[in-house]
């Protein structure tokens, strides 16, 4: 595939500011790294028509579990930690039942357990993303597998997307946020104050062929699959249980699913 020159300056131009090789850039990266189309795709890749999750919070038994999923997203991406509420930035967090679903009637005879778990969330990666609608430098948007990319370079701060978000799922960079990274990644761009981030699904990972890294250490409780290929493991799942998204009412589309049977009262 032939790049011409606009595409080369521009991506000569993420090259400079990410510090990397413009070859390592070239070898799959435009529009700052984060389009699903690449110049020269990993034969490795995996590729889906929408990448979606399945959570099975019964699956995530103490709190060493939710947090290794937490840890595993957090430390590969940069992501700081700035030690308060108020400056937090983060990519997935857990919440209880009441905050997850708002909106989902309960009885006074639900299962107890379920009440009382804790719920891992992230951006939901929806279909119709209210997020994209309102960005006006396009530095969010969708990808073609269902992705919605957030590029650090185009952002400008306005933080829209996170005033049209339901779900909390961005975070602001009030503060630099280099300086409280534990241990950087230097494979993973860090990024500045001034600019809104969020979940990617870790996209460079499946560029690799590798799944994303909180389903990789969530010891099965996070199932990553095609939610358009009835036989991904995730349909398969969706299909047999009883799942739920967040507020559905609101049209965005979530593509994290939740596993709700299967809890047992204790
Ligand atoms: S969860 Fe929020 S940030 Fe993520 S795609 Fe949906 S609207 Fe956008
Ligand atoms: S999919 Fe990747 S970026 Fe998103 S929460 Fe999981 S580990 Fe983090």
């Known amino acids: 595939m032939s790049v011409n020159r606009r595409q080369f300056l521009k991506i000569a131009g993420v090259s400079t500011v990410l510090g990397l090789g413009g ?14 189309t690449q110049l020269s ?6 590729t889906a028509k929408r990448w979606g999750f399945v959570v099975d919070v019964s699956k995530l038994k103490t709190e060493a579990d939710y947090q290794r999923c937490i840890d ?3 430390n590969i991406h940069n992501v700081p930690d700035h030690g308060n509420p108020k400056d937090e930035v983060k990519w997935i967090w857990k919440d209880t039942y009441e905050h997850t679903f708002p909106t989902t009637t309960e009885s006074e005879f639900m299962n107890k357990e379920l009440k009382e778990k804790n719920f891992l ?7 119709e993303p209210a997020c994209v609608r309102v960005c006006p430098t396009q530095a969010t948007f969708k990808r073609k597998d269902g992705i919605v990319m957030q590029d650090m370079h185009r952002c400008i701060g306005c933080r829209f997307c996170m005033a049209a978000c339901p779900f909390g799922a961005r975070s602001f960079n009030y ?14 761009p860090t990024r ?3 600019v809104v981030e969020k979940c990617t699904f ?3 990972r499946i560029a690799k062929g590798l799944p994303p890294a909180c389903a990789e250490a969530s010891n099965g409780a996070i199932v990553f699959g095609d939610l358009e290929d009835p036989n991904s493991e995730a349909r398969k799942i969706i299909a047999s249980k009883f799942t739920v998204r967040r507020k559905p009412e609101l049209g965005t ?10 809890h047992e009262n204790a």
Do not use: W
């Open 23 to 36: 070859a390592t850039v070239l070898n799959g990266l435009k529009r700052g790294g984060l389009e699903a």
């Open 121 to 127: 969330l992230l951006c939901n990666h929806c279909d």
């Open 72 to 74: 595993a997203c957090h």
């Open 175 to 188: 503060r630099d946020p280099r300086p409280k990274i534990k241990i950087e990644n230097k494979e993973f």
């Open 41 to 46: 795709p990993d034969p490795r890749a995996l």
């Open 192 to 194: 500045m104050i001034g």
């Open 253 to 262: 589309q979530p593509s994290i699913y939740y596993v709700i049977g299967g």
């Open 202 to 204: 870790c996209y460079e």
